[in-house]
């Protein structure tokens, strides 16, 4: 195989999906009727709440919500962690997990990239990048490397082969994870809070990546957080949680065109649109607060 | 600072200012001699290795004053550093061994390949089960309450039974020996199984690995650190159990040198033992450090930032 940078901008496989500027059309979850019970049905704690919502195909879908809101045990449902107490979820046609079907399974066509961070600390960036498709037997070694290396080179990140995940920024961490998600070609990357740890000026230039990142493969996202911010600057759709059990209090379409950059920020829309939801996050967080959540 | 700065160097370049650092590349020789001669003279020009001498310096000053100048009460039925380093330098030593005699080395010889059979039995043995404890919750259920209730038996309760079990004077000696260094290895390779992060099991399912992959690629290497601390610990403890079994039995070995030089009242002989086995444990456990180090590129490379930064 050889990956001419000159040849497309995405990788092979996505760049035969998206011939020109047409939108993709798969992995598109729709979440239905999803109730999640920890412990025991009568004393357990109800952390989703007939939560229904649907997260586009090809879309950055933000999920907004107070700390201990239950938007993980959301993710960690699609993802094929946890079970779900009742509801359904669907990825395209494919029912992950429903009724008879509690759990999903794990893999590669939903690929979670993590709050901490979960590059493997004792293989190298190459190693780990490559990964995946030689654990699922769909590449040799060779070529997987070999893809890895486009992958890094593509997101900017040459150099860094042989060093080990713990030798480089955070920052880095969390794009190279990004570029081990996306050698799968996933249909949807669960991203859960990646920049939580990060600076605020570190912050910013990941979301730019990501939003290029975002912008060559057009793969959907599935993002939660509790940055109002970060939510309007890079979600298509921003759906607002209540607190404690968790089902969608608002859904907010942001009508920003892609590309993106941090111009925006400052830009009248933008704050009309952090204006209209603050008010539903802020009621929320009281409620937590009130409820005793506290900041893990 | 680092963090932002390469966070920033993005696309043009990304470079970790390896000038700061020694990088060691694997596989590069040229690298790694530069990092120990790097590491000799930082350590040289530190502190350290002063502080060290005056620590020895004290030790066998105190030993040499409560036992020759000051003569103390219980003290003075011990040898003092001077008979004790006289007999093991002299070419010709009073009581017959010292540093000159090919008897020396033979006790040497019999009680290193002791502790060597036994601590290659006890990680060939424990490194599996403690990874299959820490991976599996049912095998773990039956295995354990067993080996929890065998574990506080210490090495001399066994003594007699090994004696009963194995033939010879050799196999039960190492069976002692393996028994204390068996339970240290189990034990913290299942705690290094089970410390390992959630995330990381998560993430290699989510990337298409399915159970025996997940065993290779993250529970083994994932428990690494703590199987080799593991290791090192079990290799003392192996010392501490073969001295106890040839004390019991057996024809050579420092153990047995120790306990017939008592006997014998050729207390400076008994104290050249001891020093011995001291440095020998020490050399072993340096050896298990190295090698961890060694196979843990990632972890050493980590750490040397840390200390860096």
């Given amino acids: ?296 | 600072m680092k963090d932002l700065q390469s966070a920033f160097a993005g696309d043009v370049n990304v470079s970790l200012s390896p000038a700061s650092l020694p990088a060691a590349k694997p596989g590069d020789g040229a690298g790694r001699q530069e990092t120990v001669v790097f590491r000799l003279t930082r350590w040289l020009r530190s502190p350290r290795p002063y502080l060290m001498l005056v620590g020895f310096a004290l030790f066998l000053g105190f030993w040499y004053l409560t036992v020759e100048v000051w003569k103390l009460p219980r003290f003075a039925q011990m040898p003092g550093p001077t008979d004790v380093i006289t007999e093991w330098l002299s070419p010709d030593p009073s009581y017959g061994l010292s540093i000159y005699s090919p008897e020396y080395y033979q006790h040497i010889w019999v009680s290193w390949r002791r502790v060597s059979i036994a601590f290659l039995l006890a990680t060939a043995t424990g490194v599996p089960l403690g990874l299959f404890l820490g991976w599996s919750q049912r095998f773990k259920d039956y295995v354990f309450p067993v080996f929890e209730l065998l574990r506080p038996i210490p090495p001399l309760a066994w003594v007699p039974l090994a004696i009963i079990m194995f033939q010879g004077s050799e196999t039960p000696i190492v069976f002692l020996t393996f028994l204390a260094s068996f339970y240290a290895t189990t034990l913290n390779t299942m705690l290094g199984v089970e410390s390992i992060d959630a995330s990381f099991v998560r993430a290699a399912y989510c990337l298409g690995a399915k159970r025996p992959q997940v065993f290779r690629h993250v529970i083994v290497p994932g428990a690494m650190p703590f199987i080799f601390t593991g290791l090192q610990i079990s290799v003392g403890v192996a010392w501490f159990s073969l001295v106890a079994g040839e004390m019991v039995s057996g024809q050579y070995g420092l153990g047995y040198l120790i306990n017939t030089s008592y006997t014998m009242v050729q207390y400076p002989t008994m104290v050249i033992g001891m020093i011995t086995l001291g440095l020998v444990g020490y050399l072993t456990s340096a050896a298990v450090r190295m090698l961890g180090n060694y196979l843990m590129q990632w972890r050493a490379r980590e750490l040397a930032i840390g200390a860096e930064r």
């Fill in chain 1, 1 to 296: 195989m050889n990956y001419e940078p000159a040849r497309s901008r995405g990788s092979p496989d996505l760049a035969a999906n998206a011939p020109g500027a047409q939108e993709r059309r798969t992995g598109a979850i729709r979440i239905a009727n999803v109730v999640k019970i920890y412990g025991s049905e009568g004393a357990g704690i109800r952390a989703v709440d007939d939560c229904t919502f649907d997260v586009p195909a090809g879309k950055i879908t933000v999920v907004v919500g107070p700390s201990g809101c239950g938007k993980t045990t959301l993710l960690n449902a699609i993802a094929g962690f946890h079970s779900i107490s009742s509801g359904t979820i669907y990825l395209d046609d494919t029912l992950l997990c429903g009724p008879g079907r509690p759990q999903a399974d794990p893999g590669p066509d939903r690929i979670v990239v993590f709050q901490n961070g979960a590059l493997f600390p004792w293989k190298t960036i190459i190693d780990n990048v490559s990964f995946g498709p030689i654990v699922q037997g769909r590449l040799t070694r060779k070529e997987s490397i070999e893809k890895a290396r486009f992958m890094l080179a593509e997101s900017g990140l040459r150099n860094l082969e042989s060093n080990y995940p713990g030798e480089i920024s955070s920052g880095m961490r969390r794009r190279v994870e990004i570029a081990r998600a996306l050698m799968n070609d996933p249909k949807v990357l669960l991203l859960d809070e990646p920049y939580r740890a990060l600076d605020s000026l570190t912050k910013s230039v990941m979301h730019e990546a990501l939003l290029e990142t975002f912008d060559r493969n057009q793969v959907t996202i599935f993002f939660i957080t509790h940055d109002l911010e970060e939510a309007i600057f890079l979600g298509d759709h921003v759906v607002i949680m209540t607190t404690r059990p968790c089902r969608p209090k608002k859904i907010l379409t942001v009508d920003i065109p892609h590309p993106r950059d941090y111009s925006i920020l400052t830009a009248k829309r933008f704050r009309e649109y952090l204006d209209e939801t603050v008010e539903a996050v802020h009621e929320e967080a009281l409620k937590a607060f009130a409820a005793g959540e506290r900041e893990r």
